[in-house]
Protein backbone atom coordinates (compact mmCIF):
# COMPACT_ATOMS: atom_id res chain seq x y z
CA UNK A 1 0.00 0.00 0.00
CA UNK A 2 1.09 3.40 -1.02
CA UNK A 3 1.46 5.61 2.05
CA UNK A 4 2.96 8.88 0.17
CA UNK A 5 0.56 11.24 -2.68
CA UNK A 6 1.35 10.61 -6.01
CA UNK A 7 2.96 13.77 -7.36
CA UNK A 8 2.11 15.30 -10.19
CA UNK A 9 5.16 15.33 -11.88
CA UNK A 10 5.39 11.68 -11.66
CA UNK A 11 2.00 10.87 -13.30
CA UNK A 12 2.50 9.00 -16.74
CA UNK A 13 -0.70 9.84 -19.39
CA UNK A 14 0.98 13.14 -19.92
CA UNK A 15 -1.96 15.13 -19.75
CA UNK A 16 -2.29 16.38 -16.04
CA UNK A 17 1.33 18.43 -16.75
CA UNK A 18 0.23 20.53 -18.96
CA UNK A 19 -2.58 21.45 -16.45
CA UNK A 20 -0.99 22.01 -13.27
CA UNK A 21 1.62 24.34 -15.62
CA UNK A 22 -1.38 26.06 -16.74
CA UNK A 23 -2.60 26.87 -13.59
CA UNK A 24 0.68 27.55 -12.06
CA UNK A 25 0.94 30.30 -14.96
CA UNK A 26 -1.87 31.57 -14.32
CA UNK A 27 -4.18 30.34 -17.08
CA UNK A 28 -7.89 29.95 -16.97
CA UNK A 29 -8.50 26.13 -17.22
CA UNK A 30 -11.54 24.90 -18.70
CA UNK A 31 -14.11 22.13 -17.38
CA UNK A 32 -12.06 19.08 -18.57
CA UNK A 33 -8.91 20.36 -16.88
CA UNK A 34 -11.16 21.32 -13.68
CA UNK A 35 -11.95 17.93 -13.28
CA UNK A 36 -8.16 16.40 -13.81
CA UNK A 37 -6.93 18.30 -11.39
CA UNK A 38 -10.02 17.83 -9.37
CA UNK A 39 -9.05 13.97 -9.53
CA UNK A 40 -5.24 14.68 -9.06
CA UNK A 41 -6.46 16.72 -5.15
CA UNK A 42 -8.40 14.08 -4.32
CA UNK A 43 -5.81 11.27 -4.97
CA UNK A 44 -2.95 13.75 -3.35
CA UNK A 45 -5.21 14.76 0.00
CA UNK A 46 -6.62 10.88 0.57
CA UNK A 47 -2.99 10.10 0.75
CA UNK A 48 -2.33 8.11 4.16
CA UNK A 49 0.21 10.03 5.75
CA UNK A 50 -1.90 13.87 6.22
CA UNK A 51 -3.70 13.64 8.90
CA UNK A 52 -5.36 16.25 11.20
CA UNK A 53 -8.88 18.36 11.74
CA UNK A 54 -7.85 20.25 8.41
CA UNK A 55 -6.76 17.51 6.18
CA UNK A 56 -10.30 16.20 6.91
CA UNK A 57 -11.79 19.27 6.18
CA UNK A 58 -10.03 19.72 2.58
CA UNK A 59 -10.66 15.74 2.24
CA UNK A 60 -15.07 17.08 2.59
CA UNK A 61 -14.31 19.43 0.24
CA UNK A 62 -12.45 17.94 -2.35
CA UNK A 63 -15.62 16.86 -4.73
CA UNK A 64 -16.29 20.46 -4.44
CA UNK A 65 -13.77 21.74 -6.26
CA UNK A 66 -15.71 22.57 -9.93
CA UNK A 67 -14.01 26.14 -10.20
CA UNK A 68 -10.59 27.54 -10.80
CA UNK A 69 -11.77 29.88 -7.83
CA UNK A 70 -12.75 27.02 -5.61
CA UNK A 71 -9.43 25.43 -6.62
CA UNK A 72 -7.50 28.44 -5.35
CA UNK A 73 -9.06 28.78 -1.63
CA UNK A 74 -8.14 25.00 -1.68
CA UNK A 75 -4.87 24.59 -2.28
CA UNK A 76 -4.46 27.70 -0.14
CA UNK A 77 -5.93 25.93 2.38
CA UNK A 78 -3.83 22.72 1.63
CA UNK A 79 -0.73 24.65 1.96
CA UNK A 80 -1.49 26.13 4.94
CA UNK A 81 -2.47 22.79 6.75
CA UNK A 82 1.05 21.69 5.82
CA UNK A 83 0.00 19.16 2.56
CA UNK A 84 1.39 21.28 -0.67
CA UNK A 85 0.27 19.50 -3.34
CA UNK A 86 2.11 22.17 -6.06
Known amino acids: MRCEPGFW ?5 GRLAPVIEDYLHGKDLNPDQIALM ?3 LRQWIEAPGFIGPEIADLR ?3 N ?7 IDMW ?3 A ?3 GADPL
Not at 9 to 13: A, G, Q, V
Open 9 to 13: MDETS
Open 38 to 40: RAY
Open 60 to 62: RRV
Open 64 to 70: GLISQDA
Open 75 to 77: IYD
Open 79 to 81: VEA
